[in-house]
């Protein structure tokens, strides 16, 4: 068996460990006699699996008791007409900080039911900023403020919160579990799985309790926050092997000294690179030194033409899935918490090497 260093932006890598463990639990999951892909979810094994995850991520996260944890399908595309139908009735105002291409497709989407105050926009900058809040036009009578975290394409990061009264919502997709955060700073939390917790497939929305009340009353079911917090996220059939696999990364983060220790390998990880690619007039990294992403971290060459040459060598050497997003060109190594710091010391000593023959 070969396995690669992966740096997919999504969906991305996953623990060996836990992809081993995957590989021996599935003709007999628990002693059932059955994959955990042919149990009902209504049965004791899976029902524990579920009231485990939610206790061990909220121990992970810390996640005050006044919020519900909700696993879902649609991804965090879905969040991102349910945050503006949950929280917003038709003609309200709510506020988005665009920092990038996730954050105007959340804009947009929230556009078809609200009326959306773009009370900061990177745009001009090409997305390699966050606008000092000092700059943003926020409205007064906003229902929420939106921001996107980590912006995953531009690699653009938030490391400060915003201020204010309003219900914070944060698109976290690519930057959860990737360090502590505070989540009584939050009004809603949402994230795909498929970067830091598990396969594609299942999505982690976390919502402050006050909100859990629908803004208005012709929401399908399945569209409502409050129909996953009534009835412990099995509304309906849930991605139960996605939600297994879940389980299985937040045990492991609990078990490997929880976020703390996971934020200090993540950022020893982003740093070694930026320093990398700083350190060379080769290799450029556009983002503003404040917002950089710990997570993905975009680089050009300064002589594309060497693009491809640069992909072929570094998937021969293992090193996979480096493309930069084709709204951003050059390269783009997601370094999500399943990347192994030596598939980044790999990284260095293969661009150093391909600088060597190529500068
Ligand atoms: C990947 C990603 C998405 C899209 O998630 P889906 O689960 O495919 O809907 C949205 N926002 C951010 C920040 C992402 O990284």
Same mark, same amino acid.
């Given at each position: 068996m070969t396995r690669v260093y992966n740096f997919s932006a999504g969906p991305a890598a996953l623990p060996i460990d836990v992809l081993e463990t995957i590989r021996a639990d599935i003709p007999d999951w628990q002693g059932t006699g059955m994959s955990v892909m042919e149990v009902s979810h209504r049965g004791k094994e899976f029902v524990e699996l579920a009231a485990r995850c939610e206790s061990n991520l909220r121990e992970l996260l810390a996640v005050p008791d006044n919020y519900s944890v909700l696993w879902m399908q649609g991804g965090a595309t879905l969040q991102m007409a349910m945050a503006p139908l949950n929280l917003a009735a038709r003609g309200d105002t709510v506020d988005y900080v665009q920092t990038g291409s996730w954050g105007k497709k959340a804009a947009g989407e929230a556009r078809k039911f609200c009326t959306v105050n773009l009370a900061a926009d990177a745009a001009d900058t090409n997305f390699t900023t966050i606008p000092d809040p000092s700059t943003w036009q926020r409205s007064d009578d906003a229902v929420y403020l939106h921001m996107? +975290? $980590?912006?995953?394409?531009?690699?653009v990061e938030f490391h400060f919160l915003p201020d204010g009264d309003v219900p914070l919502v944060a698109d976290m997709s690519s930057t959860i579990l990737s360090r502590p955060i505070?989540? +009584? *700073?939050?009004?809603v939390i949402y994230a795909g799985a498929q970067k830091n917790i598990g396969p594609a497939g299942i999505t982690l929305v976390i919502v402050? $309790?006050? =909100?859990?009340?629908?803004? *208005?009353?012709? =929401?399908p079911h399945l569209m409502m926050w409050k129909s996953y917090a009534e009835s412990d996220s099995m509304t309906n059939t849930p991605p139960t092997f996605a939600w297994y696999v879940a389980d299985l990364v937040i045990q492991r983060l609990l078990s490997n000294g929880g976020l703390e220790a996971m934020a200090e390998i993540n950022r020893r990880k982003s740093s070694k690179l930026y320093a990398a690619i700083d350190a060379s007039d080769f290799y450029n990294n556009p983002v503003s030194e404040d917002c950089r992403s710990w997570m993905n971290v975009p680089f050009v060459l300064a002589? +594309?033409?060497l693009d491809a040459l640069f992909l072929e060598e570094a998937h021969a050497a293992g090193l996979t899935n480096l493309k930069g997003h084709r709204s951003v060109g050059g390269m783009r190594a997601s370094i999500y918490n399943a990347v192994p710091e030596e598939a980044v010391d790999a990284l260095i000593e293969f661009m150093a090497a391909f600088e060597g023959k190529n500068g």
């Amino acid at each position: 068996m070969t396995r690669v260093y992966n740096f997919s932006a999504g969906p991305a890598a996953l623990p060996i460990d836990v992809l081993e463990t995957i590989r021996a639990d599935i003709p007999d999951w628990q002693g059932t006699g059955m994959s955990v892909m042919e149990v009902s979810h209504r049965g004791k094994e899976f029902v524990e699996l579920a009231a485990r995850c939610e206790s061990n991520l909220r121990e992970l996260l810390a996640v005050p008791d006044n919020y519900s944890v909700l696993w879902m399908q649609g991804g965090a595309t879905l969040q991102m007409a349910m945050a503006p139908l949950n929280l917003a009735a038709r003609g309200d105002t709510v506020d988005y900080v665009q920092t990038g291409s996730w954050g105007k497709k959340a804009a947009g989407e929230a556009r078809k039911f609200c009326t959306v105050n773009l009370a900061a926009d990177a745009a001009d900058t090409n997305f390699t900023t966050i606008p000092d809040p000092s700059t943003w036009q926020r409205s007064d009578d906003a229902v929420y403020l939106h921001m996107t +975290s $980590n912006e995953t394409i531009a690699g653009v990061e938030f490391h400060f919160l915003p201020d204010g009264d309003v219900p914070l919502v944060a698109d976290m997709s690519s930057t959860i579990l990737s360090r502590p955060i505070d989540v +009584s *700073r939050f009004g809603v939390i949402y994230a795909g799985a498929q970067k830091n917790i598990g396969p594609a497939g299942i999505t982690l929305v976390i919502v402050r $309790n006050d =909100l859990l009340e629908p803004a *208005r009353e012709d =929401l399908p079911h399945l569209m409502m926050w409050k129909s996953y917090a009534e009835s412990d996220s099995m509304t309906n059939t849930p991605p139960t092997f996605a939600w297994y696999v879940a389980d299985l990364v937040i045990q492991r983060l609990l078990s490997n000294g929880g976020l703390e220790a996971m934020a200090e390998i993540n950022r020893r990880k982003s740093s070694k690179l930026y320093a990398a690619i700083d350190a060379s007039d080769f290799y450029n990294n556009p983002v503003s030194e404040d917002c950089r992403s710990w997570m993905n971290v975009p680089f050009v060459l300064a002589d +594309s033409s060497l693009d491809a040459l640069f992909l072929e060598e570094a998937h021969a050497a293992g090193l996979t899935n480096l493309k930069g997003h084709r709204s951003v060109g050059g390269m783009r190594a997601s370094i999500y918490n399943a990347v192994p710091e030596e598939a980044v010391d790999a990284l260095i000593e293969f661009m150093a090497a391909f600088e060597g023959k190529n500068g």
